[in-house]
């Protein structure tokens, strides 16, 4: 059974960081595109930052140069830190990862808010 398992989200003042991480089972890590999105209410899932099996890595236009995303095959692990948050970064975050098969977490809220 494939579970990915965010952690790490919560309330945050404009200009915070958070570090949001994603631990994998079920799965061959180390062989599978990562990446995180997010989904506001009333809008789109977007992808915010991808990396792929040999660590490459993009982003979204709205959140390059405040992001990182990074993973650690050995812990199963892909991570996201999120710099100079703003209120519309303001989302649930969802893992993601695919190769022939797509897989989602359950998401981990993130509220950036005075």
């Known amino acids: 059974q494939v579970q990915l398992v965010e952690s790490g989200g919560g309330l945050v003042q404009p200009g915070g960081s958070l570090n949001l991480s994603c631990v994998a089972s079920?799965?061959?890590?180390?062989?599978?595109?990562l990446a995180w999105y997010r989904q506001a209410p009333g809008k789109q899932r977007e992808m915010v930052a991808g990396?792929?099996?040999?660590?490459?890595?993009t982003y979204g236009d709205s959140v390059k140069g405040r992001f990182t995303i990074s993973r650690d095959n050995a812990k199963n692990t892909v991570y996201l830190q999120m710099s100079n948050l703003q209120p519309e970064d303001t989302a649930n975050y969802y893992c993601?990862?695919?190769?022939?098969?797509?897989?989602w977490g359950q998401g981990a809220q993130v509220t950036v808010s005075a």
């Open positions: 990396i792929m099996e040999r660590g490459s890595t």
């Open positions: 993601y990862a695919a190769r022939m098969d797509e897989y």
């Open positions: 079920g799965i061959t890590f180390s062989t599978f595109a």
